[in-house]
Every structure is written in C-alpha cells, then in structure tokens.
C-alpha cells in the first residue's frame, strides 16, 4: 500500500464569504523520488469549515488507489471529529450534535466518509500560521484561490 501524505487548509474572507481551499499531496516512490501534487479551488459564498473539509475530500479524491493516508489540517472541527469521534456519535444520533442540533455541512461530511472508506487514513492537527511549510503553502493556495476572478458557486 503506497504512503501519501495530504497537506489542508481552508480560507474564507468573510463567514460566509468567498474562500478557498489549497490541498498538497506528497509521496516518496520506491526510487526515493519526492512527487507533489497541489491542488486548489475557490468559491463565492463558503464558510471556513466547508473550504477545510473540501480540502481533505479533495485531497483523498486525488488518490487513484487505496493508500495510507496521513491528513495534516490544522482544522480543529475536522481533526477532532475524526480524533475524538465525534463523527461515529453523529452518525449514530441520525446526524445530530450532542445538543441535538442539526450538523452542519452533512453533505460534505458524508463525501469525507466515502472518500476516506478505501484509504487507512491518520488525521494530524497541526498549529495553523506557525511556520509549518507545507500549512503555510496550503494557506497560500487557499487564499490565492478565493481571490480568483472565476469563482465557483457551490461547494457541493
């Protein structure tokens, strides 16, 4: 099974606004050779939370066959659902929080779900703006995304 490592970030000017995502994906072949792959996209009326989850989505969708995945994001809301299980208790509850309140951006999650199904996939939070290379190149993307004069509408 290959090794891929996916870098997120999300971006949103406003909340909702347009925003962004930037996604980079990088595997070592069996030669040693490094190969990256970026990714990003924008889009006029987004939130924050639905651009770092189509990170994600986006980044595993790239994936032409099942791999071991480790997903950088420094999206609290996507590492802890994931990390804390915060996911399986949705699902469970018929997509409810623990407030019994609606989730929000269920369509997305379930694209996340079936995108991560075939991969073993390991989420990693890391500190946002601090100097990591590859979370400062995804904001990079993300943002130059949502400043794009040909912005997409819908996120689903």
């Known amino acids: 099974m ?6 997120t970030d999300g971006a949103c000017s406003g909340n909702p ?13 069996e030669n ?5 792959k970026e990714l990003s996209e924008g889009y006029k009326l987004t939130t924050n939370n639905q651009m ?5 989505i986006i980044g595993l969708e790239a994936l032409k066959k099942p791999c071991s995945v480790i997903v950088y994001s420094d999206s609290k809301y996507v590492i802890d659902a994931f990390e ?28 996340l779900l079936a995108a991560k199904d075939k991969h073993q996939v390991e989420f990693i939070w ?5 100097g990591h290379e590859y979370n400062e190149r995804c904001d990079s993307l ?6 794009k004069e040909d912005l997409k509408i819908n996120v689903i």
């Not at 770092?52 to 994600?56: C, D, F, G, H, N």
């Not at 804390?84 to 694209?111: F, S």
């Open 17 to 29: 606004g347009t925003g962004g995502y930037g996604t980079i994906l990088v595997y070592v072949d």
């Open 126 to 130: 890391v500190k946002g703006h601090a």
């Open 84 to 111: 804390k299980n915060w996911i399986d208790g949705w699902i469970k509850k018929g997509w409810k929080t623990a407030g019994k309140t609606p989730v929000k951006n269920v369509d997305l999650w379930k694209r």
């Open 2 to 7: 290959s090794k891929v490592t996916i870098y």
């Open 142 to 147: 993300a943002v130059a995304a949502s400043k």
């Open 32 to 36: 040693g050779v490094k190969h990256e």
């Open 52 to 56: 770092e989850l189509l990170a994600v």
